[in-house]
């Protein structure tokens, strides 16, 4: 007998209505229909899978891409009473012989399998014999070429469609722009009928971009906002996820590295605690991420520059996953932009993907260089809409324009005349007339550009020579020592000499003012605040007997509405969102008796 999806939200899962057009993609595929599912991290797209899973006769199967997140979320479903299972490489012998046992004996609701694994003959036979109620591919967006996650296993997962023909398929993302939407359709044979396209707005996340201007000190004021919470900081090297995770560490914070090079038992030791301590910042590489399903993540810092709009979206959107107030800072410089076009144009990818790739780059570029609000360009990248948010740097502080083309041909003529091969910061010191032993050893204290910038001062020219790279009006060499020389479009500028407004440089800001510095008390009256700290340290302590991350217990959110409402008994606590049936019966009493305490 088919159980009510509703009825599942609420024992299991601890909820009274769906969200968005959950109720419609769950009616959707509990009628045997494939589906498409885009929608934002923290929007609940696992739901729109598990209930169907749980709620139709069989085994769901479920494609996911990384041990972690598997690991992860089999641990969240048992402590909300699912029967539910990874069959990954790190199971052996006995493990995996009675996995297959729960597995041919009905026993299961649920499992979770990577794509390497799922697609050997023999793992594919098996799974042939057995009911499965549906096949979900989360993280879909990696079987597309054109996905800034691009990975050759996913792409074989068309081999599905001939295996299980009469099983419905979902593909689940949360970030896709059209041609990624487009492929991922194509290849698993969905239709377009069958696409849910629920938006990718993340309101309760405040983007903030910035030039690198002593990016420590930067980080270090960004950080005045977060005590006693967890973050990601994202750094495009090793060396520099290793200096910073360090420099941290010094400055009183507890920072973990992560990245590939690392020994990969080094690697899961500092997900773990990551994963199960409070207040841990991870210092990473894109190696780290996709596997992290953390719903208290307050933070996301990139002290190096992205490589495109969804690769900012998806490491971003690991902010906030519950809803909360979360935070994402951005700082790049110039040195970013041509790395990241170095990258491009020495990687072994056909032309095409090259263009693609530029075109990607400029897109965000045009994010970080916009003058309107951040919010509304994200969000357009991908043919979504949105007003302006106020919940953006820009919107809070509208950044000032000028008219930079009497300073653009300046900047460009400088470069010309001192013969393309010198860096920024030699350039700057020319436009201004400085006396740098180099530039007097050179000559160019004798040509026409020597001194011809003293209008603006050393920081507004770096400002000046950042957004004429971003505009590819100069070109930097990385292969040499970061010379500027101009580009094709620079000299069609210099002949043509077209209006051109540049953004003022902003100066450097201190924190966000709150009164509360912790973003998750910031949710709580003053009095609630005690109960709800008491309310953790019980889940901590709990979570820590069970070797579980803490989240997987109950979410950030759940407690504070128990701090809140203060339920003094099972019937008044059932009543509280996201505690379902299975963890009122494990853990009702010990969160109850911390209520009590406290109001005695």
Same mark, same amino acid.
């Given at each position: 007998?088919?159980?009510?999806?509703?009825?599942?939200?609420?024992?299991?899962?601890?909820?009274?209505?769906?969200?968005?057009?959950?109720?419609?993609?769950?009616?959707?595929?509990?009628?045997?229909?494939?589906?498409?599912?885009?929608?934002?991290?923290?929007?609940?797209?696992?739901?729109?899978?598990?209930?169907?899973?749980?709620?139709?006769?069989?085994?769901?199967?479920?494609? +996911?891409?990384?041990?972690?997140?598997?690991?992860?979320?089999?641990?969240?479903?048992? !402590?909300?009473?699912?029967?539910?299972?990874?069959? $990954?490489?790190?199971?052996?012998?006995?493990?995996?012989?009675?996995?297959?046992?729960?597995?041919?004996?009905?026993?299961?609701?649920?499992l979770y399998v990577a794509p390497e694994t799922l697609l050997r003959p023999d793992?594919?036979?098996?799974?042939?014999?057995?009911?499965?109620?549906?096949?979900?591919?989360?993280?879909?967006?990696?079987?597309?070429?054109?996905?800034?996650?691009?990975?050759? +296993?996913?792409? !074989?997962?068309?081999a599905l469609v001939a295996h299980f023909p009469d099983t419905p398929r979902m593909?689940?993302?949360?970030?896709?722009?059209?041609?990624?939407?487009?492929?991922?359709?194509?290849?698993?044979?969905?239709?377009?009928?069958?696409?849910?396209?629920?938006?990718?707005?993340?309101?309760?996340?405040?983007?903030?971009?910035?030039?690198?201007?002593?990016?420590?000190?930067? /980080?270090?004021?960004?950080?005045?906002?977060?005590?006693?919470?967890?973050?990601?900081?994202?750094?495009?090297?090793?060396?520099?996820?290793?200096?910073?995770?360090?420099?941290?560490?010094?400055?009183?914070?507890?920072?973990?590295?992560?990245?590939?090079?690392?020994?990969?038992?080094?690697?899961?030791?500092?997900?773990?605690?990551?994963?199960?301590?409070?207040?841990?910042?991870?210092?990473?590489?894109?190696?780290?991420?996709?596997?992290?399903?953390?719903?208290?993540?307050?933070?996301?810092?990139?002290?190096?520059?992205?490589?495109?709009?969804?690769?900012?979206?998806?490491?971003?959107?690991?902010?906030?996953?519950?809803?909360?107030?979360?935070?994402? /800072?951005?700082?790049?410089?110039?040195?970013?932009?041509?790395?990241?076009?170095?990258?491009?144009?020495?990687?072994?990818?056909?032309?095409?993907?090259?263009?693609?790739?530029?075109?990607?780059?400029?897109?965000?570029?045009?994010?970080?260089?916009?003058?309107?609000?951040?919010?509304? @360009?994200?969000?357009?990248?991908?043919?979504?809409?949105a007003e302006p948010c106020g919940n953006c740097d820009t919107c809070a502080s509208?950044?000032?324009?000028?008219?930079?083309?009497?300073?653009?041909?300046?900047?460009?003529?400088?470069?010309?005349?001192?013969?393309?091969?010198?860096?920024?910061?030699?350039? @700057?010191?020319? /436009?201004?007339?400085?006396?740098?032993?180099?530039?007097?050893?050179?000559?160019?204290?004798?040509?026409?550009?020597?001194?011809?910038?003293?209008?603006?001062? $050393?920081?507004?020219?770096?400002?000046?020579?950042?957004?004429?790279?971003?505009?590819?009006?100069?070109?930097?060499?990385?292969?040499?020592?970061?010379?500027?020389?101009?580009?094709?479009?620079?000299?069609?500028?210099?002949?043509?000499?077209?209006?051109?407004?540049?953004?003022?440089?902003?100066?450097?800001?201190?924190?966000?003012?709150?009164?509360?510095? $912790?973003?998750?008390?910031?949710? /709580?009256?003053?009095?609630?605040?005690?109960?709800?700290?008491?309310?953790?340290? #019980?889940?901590?302590?709990?979570?820590?007997?069970?070797? @579980?991350?803490?989240?997987?217990?109950?979410?950030? #959110?759940?407690?504070?509405?128990?701090?809140?409402?203060?339920?003094? +008994?099972?019937?008044?606590?059932?009543?509280?969102?996201?505690?379902?049936?299975?963890?009122?019966?494990?853990?009702?009493?010990?969160?109850?008796?911390?209520?009590?305490?406290?109001?005695?």
């Amino acid at each position: 007998m088919t159980i009510p999806p509703l009825h599942i939200l609420k024992t299991v899962y601890g909820y009274d209505a769906f969200r968005g057009p959950q109720a419609e993609i769950v009616a959707h595929v509990m009628a045997g229909k494939n589906a498409f599912v885009l929608m934002p991290t923290g929007g609940g797209k696992s739901l729109c899978y598990q209930i169907p899973a749980i709620a139709r006769p069989g085994m769901g199967l479920v494609v +996911s891409p990384l041990i972690a997140l598997m690991a992860d979320q089999v641990a969240a479903l048992r !402590q909300a009473g699912v029967k539910a299972a990874a069959l $990954n490489s790190d199971l052996q012998g006995d493990e995996r012989r009675a996995l297959w046992r729960h597995i041919s004996s009905g026993a299961l609701d649920l499992l979770y399998v990577a794509p390497e694994t799922l697609l050997r003959p023999d793992i594919l036979d098996l799974l042939r014999r057995t009911l499965l109620s549906l096949i979900a591919i989360d993280e879909a967006h990696c079987l597309s070429q054109w996905g800034h996650d691009f990975r050759p +296993s996913y792409r !074989q997962l068309d081999a599905l469609v001939a295996h299980f023909p009469d099983t419905p398929r979902m593909a689940l993302t949360a970030t896709a722009d059209a041609p990624t939407r487009a492929e991922i359709l194509t290849h698993l044979k969905i239709a377009d009928s069958d696409a849910f396209i629920a938006g990718f707005d993340r309101p309760n996340i405040h983007y903030a971009m910035a030039e690198k201007d002593n990016p420590r000190a930067q /980080l270090k004021r960004f950080l005045k906002n977060h005590e006693g919470e967890s973050g990601i900081v994202y750094c495009l090297s090793k060396r520099k996820t290793e200096e910073t995770a360090a420099w941290l560490c010094d400055q009183g914070y507890t920072a973990l590295p992560y990245h590939g090079g690392m020994d990969k038992a080094a690697r899961e030791t500092n997900q773990t605690r990551f994963q199960r301590e409070e207040a841990v910042i991870m210092v990473a590489t894109i190696a780290f991420g996709m596997g992290i399903d953390k719903p208290d993540v307050r933070f996301v810092a990139h002290l190096d520059l992205p490589g495109s709009i969804e690769a900012y979206y998806q490491e971003t959107g690991r902010a906030g996953r519950d809803g909360l107030p979360s935070d994402a /800072l951005m700082l790049y410089g110039h040195e970013d932009i041509a790395l990241r076009s170095r990258f491009i144009d020495e990687s072994d990818a056909p032309e095409q993907r090259k263009r693609m790739e530029r075109q990607k780059l400029d897109a965000l570029l045009g994010l970080a260089e916009t003058a309107g609000c951040r919010r509304q @360009v994200l969000l357009s990248y991908f043919g979504d809409h949105a007003e302006p948010c106020g919940n953006c740097d820009t919107c809070a502080s509208p950044p000032k324009l000028f008219d930079g083309t009497v300073a653009t041909l300046k900047a460009l003529s400088c470069i010309h005349r001192t013969g393309e091969r010198f860096g920024q910061a030699y350039i @700057v010191e020319v /436009l201004l007339g400085g006396a740098d032993d180099r530039v007097v050893q050179n000559g160019h204290d004798r040509i026409s550009t020597y001194g011809i910038g003293k209008e603006h001062d $050393n920081r507004t020219w770096r400002a000046i020579l950042r957004q004429l790279i971003a505009l590819r009006l100069i070109d930097v060499d990385l292969t040499g020592h970061g010379g500027l020389s101009i580009s094709e479009a620079g000299r069609r500028f210099l002949r043509e000499k077209p209006a051109l407004m540049l953004r003022v440089p902003a100066k450097p800001q201190a924190a966000r003012d709150k009164s509360v510095r $912790n973003q998750t008390s910031a949710a /709580l009256p003053e009095a609630d605040r005690t109960l709800f700290q008491a309310l953790r340290d #019980k889940r901590t302590e709990i979570a820590r007997a069970q070797n @579980v991350p803490p989240y997987v217990i109950f979410h950030d #959110k759940t407690l504070i509405e128990l701090a809140a409402a203060r339920p003094g +008994s099972r019937s008044q606590m059932a009543k509280i969102p996201g505690v379902g049936e299975a963890k009122l019966d494990r853990y009702g009493a010990a969160f109850l008796a911390v209520i009590a305490d406290q109001a005695g």
